[in-house]
């Protein structure tokens, strides 16, 4: 199998054939786990090791993209209404959107997505 690192984990792999640069190394006994977590496994005196400090990582970045995206669609397309829909909202529901809206943008932090005002369809 070859592999290409970056900071010295795994960015790139083949396990048939070649890669330009590739480093040639042994299989892992759990081909299937180094599939699914490869950008977590490092090349230490010239072995593949699992780093479950860089597993969560990964995780927890492709979480936060996750929510981002749930941002953009979720919460912005009321977010970034005109002004005669925001003069239609009583102070309490201008309120609570404004909470929401807060909320949504603490969500890479917080890792919680808020719950959606009931009156927002």
């Not at 909202?89 to 009931?118: G, R």
């Amino acid at each position: 199998m070859q592999i290409l690192l970056e900071d010295g984990y795994v960015s790139s792999y083949a396990l048939e054939g070649s890669i330009v640069g590739g480093l040639e190394v042994a299989v892992p006994a759990d081909t299937e786990h180094f599939e699914a977590h490869f950008t977590a496994y490092r090349l230490k005196n010239g072995v593949l090791e699992f780093d479950e400090d860089r597993n969560a990582e990964n995780e927890r970045k492709a979480l936060c993209d996750e929510l981002r995206k749930r941002r953009e669609t979720e919460c912005f397309s009321y977010v970034n209404r005109g002004q005669p829909w925001y003069d239609r909202l009583s102070a309490e529901q201008e309120a609570e959107l404004e909470a929401w809206y807060a909320a949504w943008l603490k969500v890479t932090d917080t890792l919680t997505v808020p719950a959606k005002p009931s009156w927002l369809y």
